[in-house]
């Protein structure tokens, strides 16, 4: 069974950093291409950010250049490092298996950005 497990969100302010963890299991996690998507209130699920399992990352333009995705492989730990965060960065943050659909995610962490 796969399982995907979120932690790591929280409240912070505007500029602020937050690292979000994915822990991994049920799968063959290092061969595995992984995703982070996010869902704002009221709003369906984005995109943020892919790599794959050679290293090679990808992200959406909102967030380029201030997120980072990253993984260990040892610890099936999948990482989003976000930095300079913005009020609009507020929201579910997810874990995602794979490439092509969102149906295999974790529980989602919550990060709110506000003064």
């Known amino acids: 069974e796969v399982q995907l497990v979120e932690s790591g969100g929280g409240l912070v302010q505007p500029g602020g950093s937050l690292r979000l963890s994915c822990v991994a299991s049920g799968f063959t996690f290092n061969n595995q291409i992984m995703r982070w998507a996010r869902q704002a209130p009221g709003k369906g699920l984005e995109w943020v950010s892919t790599?794959?399992?050679?290293?090679?990352?990808y992200y959406a333009d909102s967030v380029k250049g201030r997120f980072t995705i990253s993984r260990d492989n040892a610890k099936n730990t999948l990482y989003l490092q976000l930095n300079s965060l913005k009020t609009e960065d507020t929201a579910m943050y997810y874990c995602?298996?794979?490439?092509?659909?969102?149906?295999?995610r974790g529980q989602g962490t919550q990060v709110t950005v506000s003064s």
């Open positions: 995602v298996k794979g490439i092509y659909t969102y149906n295999e």
């Open positions: 790599i794959y399992a050679g290293g090679s990352a």
